[in-house]
């Protein structure tokens, strides 16, 4: 018993320096775009695939702007949270390109750092992804929450947008949220075994037939669950829900 609790005292005392190594990396990977006045990187290799487009609410900083929220971002412990997530997902890195935009309402009050790095990278078991956004709330000095989206460049590739559409109503309803919150971040096409999507219950008829579908990954950014649909998108059953990193 004794040995396991050295042991135990041994891996949180490592967790502690990988958190403090993280941490000196985010105020010298900030400290860096700072003095460089976010200057465009050299042109990055050409990939597969096209970034999904920033939203027209986002307006891109002024150096003021700019300025101010980084310091925002450095003094707040949910801003170094952010941060730390970045480096922990490998998007503290020279090579990646850091962008700051503030709502089109909100100002400042409400910013958006995009992370675009040359490589794919990320903690994901099922997918990689070269793209990180971060949504910071604050209220006069003081950041509220953030919220960590990553992009996935071949997002839906081979998934029709009126069924991407359908699934995403479908899903909302079951999940008793609003759609706009959600999106397909991954779509494989699937034949199931039956009209159940084969998740159906004991004591459940299912039609037994063979069904062409979708098992789909949909994300609310903070959340992931994971649905299987027909061919239509309209209807569709929760396989599981997975917590993101």
């Not at 990396?25 to 003095?35: D, Q, T």
């Not at 450095?74 to 020279?94: D, M």
């Not at 400042?108 to 997918?127: D, K, M, N, W």
Request: charged content about 20%.
């Amino acid at each position: 018993m004794l040995k396991r609790k050295l042991r135990v005292g041994r891996i949180e005392k490592s967790q502690g320096k990988s958190q403090l190594h993280s941490l000196a990396w985010s105020v010298a990977w900030v400290s860096g775009a700072i003095i460089s006045g976010f200057a465009p990187l050299a042109a990055k290799a050409a990939e597969p695939g096209a970034q999904t487009a920033i939203p027209a609410v986002w307006q891109r900083a002024t150096p003021a702007d700019q300025n101010q929220i980084w310091e925002f971002i450095l003094n707040s412990p949910l801003g170094i949270a952010a941060l730390n997530q970045l480096a922990i997902e490998g998007f503290i890195n020279p090579t990646c390109q850091k962008t700051l935009y503030t709502h089109a309402e909100y100002g400042s009050f409400q910013s958006l750092l995009q992370v675009e790095c040359p490589t794919h990278r990320g903690i994901s078991t099922a997918r990689s992804y070269g793209e990180m956004r971060v949504t910071f709330n604050r209220f006069e000095d003081t950041i509220l929450d953030f919220k960590v989206e990553r992009i996935y460049e071949d997002d839906e590739a081979d998934l029709p947008s009126t069924v991407a559409q359908a699934i995403v109503q479908t899903a909302a309803q079951q999940l008793e949220v609003e759609p706009a919150t959600l999106q397909v971040i991954q779509a494989e096409e699937r034949t199931w075994t039956d009209g159940c999507f084969g998740l159906g219950g004991p004591a459940e008829l299912c039609l037994a037939a063979l069904v062409e579908g979708w098992r789909v990954v949909i994300s609310d950014g903070d959340q992931n669950w994971v649905f299987r649909t027909n061919a239509e998108g309209n209807q569709a059953r929760l396989e599981e829900a997975v917590s993101t990193p």
